[in-house]
């Protein structure tokens, strides 16, 4: 593993730091765009953000050029992530379904007709798409979902529900998985299919998450019309389809680079905060826990640029991702749940109150923290994935 950057690639970073410099709007503040529950205002902001990456040709920077992308290599794409969260830009997560997921999906199984008919518009965010895989009896076993579409001519006919469908509420289309077969083995018969989410038949209610958010949402589906052409991939192959676009979204989501932030300020606030008398680094407590999550950071850091290396050699992505999956999940729960309790009282004060420390982030981060524990594979699946196919221990 090489650690060094090329004097090509230290100059792209040069570039990227600059364009995000000249083109973050001089009023952002990054503080309030994380701590807000105002899910309105991040949505707007997020979006504005995603038409300058756009038009600036930063949208899709890991797409092939013939799609609209910009065909950057792996070390780009990666170094265009750290400056994205070392300047603390919004996140590309308003259409990070469409943009990490969809679109290499699309591009990977979809025809030439829909690769025209979605691709552009996932770019320039005018689609944005939500996930609409989960259902309430159907999370970490994927395969038992019980939504079914039925062939009738021309289009399927939808019927059943989906949960935790994160911001339906704000989306143009849904990424659905459907049982489009009862009578082969659950994984075999599931179908993929793009639903506009105009469609009549379809209901969204947004839920109310611990956080006072409503980030995600439960959809209903009664006899919902879904013309033919909009089945992604092959009638029954939609486990498959499914498979690539988890592929994707495991890749999208990275080491964590956001948490490097948690981690900086987490000791900058025990710089200033003092304990009898004294700054709480002078405390041996305080100062072990500092010390462990610096060095579990490292750790997650350095097996994600094993991975990164990995995939420059060509190799396919491995296990690595549920390392960092799990690794930066779980440490960013002990890091936050630490804070509020470095902070004491005043860390566990919600924005509305004056005395808050840093606006309320803390509790926030350390409530938001264990979602991030569940979403896109819960840590005892990953676990599971690790002790399987990482270790090669038995089921049993
Ligand atoms: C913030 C957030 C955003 C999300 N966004 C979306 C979205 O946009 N679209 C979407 O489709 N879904 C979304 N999800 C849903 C997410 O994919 C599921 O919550 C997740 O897969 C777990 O499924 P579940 O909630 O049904 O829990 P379950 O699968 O019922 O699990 C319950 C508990 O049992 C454990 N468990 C389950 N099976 C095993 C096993 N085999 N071995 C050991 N332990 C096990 C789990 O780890 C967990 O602790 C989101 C979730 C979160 C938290």
């Given amino acids: 593993m090489d650690l060094e950057y090329t004097p090509e690639e230290e100059a792209y970073r040069q570039e990227v730091r600059g364009w995000i410099e000249r083109n973050l709007p ?14 309105d205002h991040r949505v707007k902001v997020a979006l504005a953000w995603q038409k300058k990456l756009y038009e600036g040709g930063w949208a899709g920077l890991g797409w092939p050029k013939e799609y609209g992308g910009r065909g950057a290599s792996v070390v ?12 603390r830009a919004p996140m590309t997560a308003i259409n990070f379904v469409g943009i990490a997921m969809v679109g290499p999906t699309i591009i990977h199984w979809g025809t030439e007709e829909q690769k025209k008919r979605y691709l552009p518009r996932i770019l320039s965010s005018e689609d944005i798409w939500c996930q609409g895989f989960s259902e309430p009896g159907a999370g970490s076993d994927l395969a038992a ?35 489009t077969n009862k009578d082969v083995p659950k ?7 793009a639903v506009d989410m105009k469609s ?65 300020q987490l000791v900058s606030r ?41 995939q420059m050699r060509g190799e396919p992505p491995g296990w690595e991702g549920s390392i960092c999956k799990l690794g930066s999940s779980g440490l960013n729960l002990r890091m936050t749940d630490f804070a509020t309790e470095l902070l004491g009282p005043y860390g566990q004060l919600t924005r509305e109150c004056a005395l808050a420390v840093d606006r309320g982030a803390w509790i926030r981060q350390a409530l938001m923290a264990r979602a991030l524990t569940i979403g896109g594979g819960t840590s005892e699946i990953q676990r599971s994935i690790l002790a399987t196919r990482a270790l090669g221990l038995p089921r049993k």
């Fill in 187 to 193: 994984h075999k018969g599931i179908s993929a299919f």
């Fill in 270 to 310: 025990a710089k200033q905060v003092r304990h009898g008398g004294v700054s709480a680094t002078r405390d041996p407590w305080v100062r072990q826990m500092l010390a462990q999550f610096i060095i579990e950071w490292n750790a997650v850091k350095y097996t994600d640029l094993r991975a990164l290396s990995k």
């Fill in 76 to 87: 780009e794409t990666q170094i265009f992530s750290e400056e994205v969260s070392r300047a």
């Fill in 145 to 179: 979902l019980s939504t079914h579409a039925v062939e009738d001519g021309d289009h399927f006919v939808v019927n059943g529900q989906k949960t935790w469908t994160s911001l339906a509420h704000y989306s143009d289309i849904m990424y659905l998985l459907a049982r």
């Fill in 200 to 264: 009549p038949g379809i209901t969204v209610r947004p839920l109310v998450q611990v956080t006072g958010d409503a980030d995600f949402n439960e959809v209903f589906f009664e006899d919902v019309k879904v013309p033919r052409e909009n089945l992604l991939g092959p009638k029954d192959d939609g486990w498959n389809v499914a498979i690539t676009t988890l592929m994707y979204e495991r890749a999208g989501m990275g080491g964590g680079l956001e948490f490097e932030h948690v981690l900086n």
């Fill in 26 to 39: 001089g009023d952002y503040d990054p503080d309030e765009y994380f701590s807000t529950p105002d899910v």
